[in-house]
């Protein structure tokens, strides 16, 4: 039997470790960002009776340029946009694993500031592409001036920008953002998975005043269609059409597009976005009260990053009690930090119970 020492395994590749969300199959899971809501049985007896019809040409390859998605997109957003501004893939990991196939490769690189999406490495490297982590300043801020001096410092191709931040929830100020687009020559992708969970509009009004400028969101958050792994990439004509050409064919399957186009005209999304924020803040005042709780980070999406005195201790005291949270101590300026998805309101009402016990039990007991 042959041995991965024996395999032409890239260099770059050996000892690197696959993404790690953990999947655990337990009553409560708050530790990977989804929308915990469901889709309200009416609209999905209409989803249902719409597949019907489309399972019968299963036989078939699907729209290879979904047009319909694209198109239904357009009319949705109502922002000046239309389906040549607008590209999709098999979720939004997909939809970066494109840019960096277009635009990075080898020889060039790309940059991002830690602590954010921990894919953004993972995916870059998978193409070719270094990928350089720059640090944040304290309290995980960002201004215009230390992204210059990284830049300049490092010279990247591509400059990725996520905002609402993964894991810290902040957002960038319009006014970093601007004159990032101004001053940096190369591409700037900014990642709005969480934008419809935050105060701050999206930047999709300015897309056409920046050539330069990609913007990506996802289904699988505040719409509610994280089974359908349909990421969204908001762009130029010109980069649309470079996409075009590296792409897989048939990359998004008949069913899902159905599905996609069928719940936009039936959105649901802004009921429960509203229903998430109630939640959101519900849990920050709980947390408030929790004594082993050192910080709670501003949120302006569908998650809380806490500081804690023992995030590890913590971590097992949620899991022994059926429910899973995220360890983020691993990441840069994270430590002793856990990331908390916003459930259902039986879910907080759940976690707000288990945080009083957590209060009143003795570390030495519980921690094993």
């Not at 350089?132 to 801020?141: H, K, L, S, V």
């Not at 470079?242 to 159905?258: A, D, F, H, R, T």
Request: include cysteine.
């Amino acid at each position: 039997m042959a041995r991965l020492e024996d395999l032409p395994l890239r260099s770059d590749l050996r000892g690197r470790t696959p993404y790690g969300a953990p999947q655990l199959h337990v009553p409560v899971a708050l530790n990977v960002n989804e929308n915990t809501h469901r889709i309200p049985e009416e609209v999905a007896v209409e989803i249902i009776e719409r597949l019907a019809g489309a399972v019968l040409d299963i036989n078939r390859y699907p729209d290879r340029e979904f047009l319909s998605l694209r198109t239904a997109l357009a009319n949705y957003l109502d922002a000046n946009l239309t389906a040549a501004n607008i590209w999709a893939a098999n979720g939004s990991n997909e939809v970066l694993q494109h840019i960096f196939q277009a635009f990075g490769g080898p020889g060039r690189s790309s940059i991002g500031f830690d602590p954010t999406y921990s894919m953004y490495g993972l995916i870059a490297q998978g193409t070719g592409t270094s990928y350089i982590d720059a640090p944040r300043r304290d309290r995980y801020e960002l201004t215009p001036e230390h992204v210059r001096a990284e830049i300049l410092k490092h010279k990247p191709n591509i400059v990725m920008l996520c905002s609402p931040n993964n894991p810290t929830g902040n957002s960038f100020t319009d006014s970093s953002v601007i004159k990032i687009l101004n001053q940096f020559k190369g591409l700037v992708v900014i990642d709005e998975a969480y934008i419809d969970f935050s105060k701050d509009e999206s930047w999709l009004s300015v897309l056409k005043d920046f050539p330069n400028l990609i913007i990506t969101q996802t289904l699988s958050k505040a719409y509610a269609m994280a089974g359908l792994r349909i990421g969204i990439l908001y762009a130029s004509r010109e980069i649309i059409a470079v996409l075009n050409k590296i792409k897989p064919p048939y990359n998004i399957n008949g069913l899902s597009q159905e599905t996609a186009v069928k719940k936009l005209l039936q959105s649901t999304m802004p009921t429960q976005v509203r229903k998430i924020l109630v939640e959101r803040n519900k849990l920050i005042e709980a947390l408030s009260k929790c004594e082993f709780v050192e910080k709670i980070y501003p949120s302006d999406a569908n998650f809380i990053l806490i500081k804690v005195d023992d995030a590890n201790f913590r971590y097992q005291q949620f899991i022994e009690n059926g429910v899973v949270v995220r360890n983020r101590s691993n990441q840069p300026l994270c430590e002793n930090c856990l990331r908390i998805s916003i459930g259902t309101k039986e879910e907080t009402e759940q976690i707000i119970e288990l945080l009083k016990t957590f209060n009143n039990a003795e570390k030495s007991i519980i921690y094993r």
